[in-house]
């Protein structure tokens, strides 16, 4: 063991002191963290750096090829869109301030007896007047309603039919319900029309499209269509009347 009075006597020494002096006023210099150079590609092995740039380059020129690809499929499309739209921007209506006046035909014929055909340049006389006379007489004779509506029935297909089928279901009209003298719909659910003119033209359509088209074009056919049952009194009636305005055409 060291004597304590050589160390008492060391520590009192002013060499001792001094360095011990010195040493406390220098602070000690702690180092948190030391820098150290980090390369990237330290990481990474040369072939999988190899490796993401071929695949990085193979990809770029793949997205180039195809929106190269699509571009050109699209472009016949619109194309096409815009081939369509150029008509319909040509043949726009131009706005005016004014409206156009029209022009009309001095050559038109207002003569009710008369028929102008433009195309042709021809004024000829009316096909149906001779039709409306003859009915005008015979219907005012028969005393019935439909002598005021010559011009709708004589304008039908089915004319002769028309008049003929109102003899034998309501004595030319004389006994009907709702301007019906067709007796369609049947008795209890009888058809009501506003005016006999709309009446003439829906008998009309029935028989063209019921009847004449299936191939029922005489009494005789269409009694049981019509009516429903056989009956000679109707198929008599429809056949006299026919006959009477065989004659006109």
């Given at each position: 063991?060291?004597?304590?009075?050589?160390?008492?006597?060391?520590?009192?020494?002013?060499?001792?002191?001094?360095?011990?002096?010195?040493?406390?006023?220098?602070?000690?210099?702690?180092?948190?963290?030391?820098?150290?150079?980090?390369?990237?590609?330290?990481?990474?092995?040369?072939?999988?750096?190899?490796?993401?740039?071929?695949?990085?380059?193979?990809?770029?020129?793949?997205?180039?090829?195809?929106?190269?690809?699509?571009?050109?499929?699209?472009?016949?499309?619109?194309?096409?869109?815009?081939?369509?739209?150029?008509?319909?921007?040509?043949?726009?209506?131009?706005?005016?301030?004014?409206?156009?006046?029209?022009?009309?035909?001095?050559?038109?014929?207002?003569?009710?007896?008369?028929?102008?055909?433009?195309?042709?340049g021809m004024i000829l006389p009316d096909p149906l007047k001779k039709r409306k006379e003859f009915l005008e007489k015979y219907l005012r004779a028969k005393g019935t309603p439909l002598a005021d509506h010559v011009d709708a029935i004589s304008e039908q297909?089915?004319?002769?039919?028309?008049?003929?089928?109102?003899?034998?279901?309501?004595?030319?009209?004389?006994?009907?319900?709702?301007?019906?003298?067709?007796?369609?719909?049947?008795?209890?659910?009888?058809?009501?029309?506003?005016?006999?003119?709309?009446?003439?033209?829906?008998?009309?359509?029935?028989?063209?499209?019921?009847?004449?088209?299936?191939?029922?074009?005489?009494?005789?056919?269409?009694?049981?269509?019509?009516?429903?049952?056989?009956?000679?009194?109707?198929?008599?009636?429809?056949?006299?009347?026919?006959?009477?305005?065989?004659?006109?055409?």
């Open positions: 063991m060291r004597d304590m009075r050589s160390i008492d006597g060391i520590r009192k020494n002013p060499q001792y002191i001094a360095k011990r002096v010195e040493t406390k006023k220098q602070p000690t210099q702690k180092t948190f963290f030391s820098v150290k150079k980090i390369h990237f590609f330290s990481f990474f092995d040369k072939r999988q750096i190899s490796t993401i740039a071929i695949t990085f380059v193979v990809t770029f020129i793949f997205s180039i090829a195809t929106s190269q690809g699509l571009a050109a499929i699209n472009a016949p499309k619109q194309q096409a869109l815009i081939t369509q739209e150029l008509p319909r921007k040509a043949n726009e209506l131009a706005i005016l301030d004014k409206p156009d006046v029209p022009v009309f035909d001095p050559n038109v014929r207002l003569a009710p007896d008369e028929v102008y055909l433009p195309k042709e297909s089915q004319w002769k039919l028309i008049i003929a089928i109102s003899r034998a279901e309501s004595s030319f009209c004389k006994h009907q319900v709702t301007n019906n003298c067709w007796g369609i719909g049947g008795a209890w659910n009888m058809k009501k029309y506003k005016n006999y003119d709309e009446a003439v033209a829906d008998v009309n359509r029935i028989l063209e499209t019921y009847y004449i088209q299936a191939g029922l074009d005489t009494p005789k056919k269409i009694v049981r269509k019509y009516v429903g049952h056989q009956s000679d009194n109707w198929e008599l009636a429809v056949e006299q009347e026919l006959k009477n305005l065989e004659e006109i055409e």
